[in-house]
């Protein structure tokens, strides 16, 4: 079997868009999250790029519900969004996605679940340890509590998936 020998895969023969290196973090457990503010939901992963010009892929995978309060006759938005550390990654700082449940008429807001999927290439500029989270909030905390990772509040949980890819620049 041939091998290659040490030294023979340089950056210059790599290139640009090279996988240098893929870190993976599985969130089994479940949150509750109600707050006006980004909160942790429990989802992160940390990478330390080789070099300061890598940019890192971000990939997530995940499911969430809400528990809403019984006189509450509509639903409310539900914000999801990136921090690298403490600064939210999100285009123009805001959030990459929000959702409401559009409904008429008389329906319980604890049977349903979404999935949901962000994906975004990040320059973090840096070879130090470097911790992604998913932060989620909405817009009215005190009819709506946020279940991460399940439907409802007594539901059985998922598995949410945070994945760091390091690519060459």
Do not use: W
């Amino acid at each position: 079997t041939a091998k290659i020998n040490d030294g023979a895969v340089t950056a210059a023969k790599r290139g640009t868009g090279a996988i240098l290196q893929v870190v993976q973090s599985t969130y089994t457990s479940s949150s509750t999250i109600a707050s006006s503010s980004f909160t942790d939901t429990g989802l992160e992963v940390t990478i330390t790029p080789t070099s300061s010009s890598s940019k890192v892929l971000i990939m997530t995978s995940f499911i969430f519900g809400q528990d809403k309060s019984s006189n509450a006759n509509q639903d409310n938005m539900k914000y999801f969004t990136l921090f690298r550390g403490s600064t939210n990654i999100a285009p123009g700082n805001t959030r990459f996605f929000a959702h409401q449940n559009e409904v008429s008429g008389t329906i319980d807001f604890d049977e349903q679940t979404q999935v949901a999927n962000i994906t975004y290439l990040d320059s973090p500029a840096t070879t130090s340890a470097t911790t992604y989270k998913l932060r989620c909030s909405n817009d009215n905390p005190t009819e709506l509590t946020i279940t991460f990772n399940r439907r409802g509040i007594n539901d059985n949980e998922g598995s949410a998936v945070m994945i760091a890819m390091e690519v060459a620049a």
